[in-house]
């Protein structure tokens, strides 16, 4: 029977490669500190926060706000709009790849998928068991 989990693990982690490919093409169309900034600004915003929530209060007090903020940066819908946004107003410039990069490393090689009010900012949310 097909693990769907462990198929999207994979199939993540060999998306993340193909965007580190995409990045090593395009290079000399990406400027490299906006790639940095897209890739640090889902977790800035995304995950950060919630994690220092996290550890201020502990594990089973952590706000549902940091969840709904978590899902939406971690989220193909949001950052395919901020890929458009970007590619209409800033023509040439390919550095939006760092948030599918950011996205596809956390899915594939972290094991980081939409988190649930019960899960917390300091776990994968999903552990793999072949």
Same mark, same amino acid.
């Given at each position: 029977?097909?693990?769907?989990?462990?198929?999207?693990?994979?199939?993540?982690?060999?998306?993340?490669?193909?965007?580190?490919?995409? %990045?090593?093409?395009?290079?000399?169309?990406?400027?490299?500190?906006?790639?940095?900034?897209?890739?640090?600004?889902?977790?800035?915003?995304?995950?950060?926060?919630?994690?220092?929530?996290?550890?201020?209060?502990?594990?089973?007090? %952590?706000?549902?706000?940091?969840?709904?903020?978590?899902?939406?940066?971690?989220?193909?819908?949001?950052?395919?709009?901020?890929?458009?946004?970007?590619?209409?107003?800033?023509?040439?410039?390919?550095?939006?790849?760092?948030?599918?990069?950011?996205?596809?490393?956390?899915?594939?090689?972290?094991?980081?998928?939409?988190?649930?009010?019960?899960? %917390?900012?300091?776990?994968? %949310?999903?552990?793999?068991?072949?």
């Amino acid at each position: 029977m097909l693990n769907k989990i462990h198929f999207l693990k994979k199939e993540s982690f060999y998306l993340f490669f193909i965007s580190i490919i995409l %990045t090593i093409i395009l290079f000399n169309q990406i400027n490299i500190i906006y790639y940095l900034v897209f890739f640090l600004l889902i977790d800035l915003i995304g995950y950060i926060p919630g994690r220092i929530w996290n550890l201020l209060k502990g594990d089973n007090d %952590t706000a549902k706000i940091f969840y709904k903020l978590y899902n939406i940066c971690h989220n193909f819908a949001t950052i395919t709009i901020i890929s458009l946004i970007w590619l209409y107003f800033v023509k040439n410039d390919y550095s939006f790849i760092a948030l599918y990069t950011h996205l596809f490393l956390d899915r594939g090689l972290l094991g980081n998928f939409p988190k649930e009010e019960k899960d %917390t900012f300091k776990t994968p %949310t999903i552990n793999l068991v072949d």
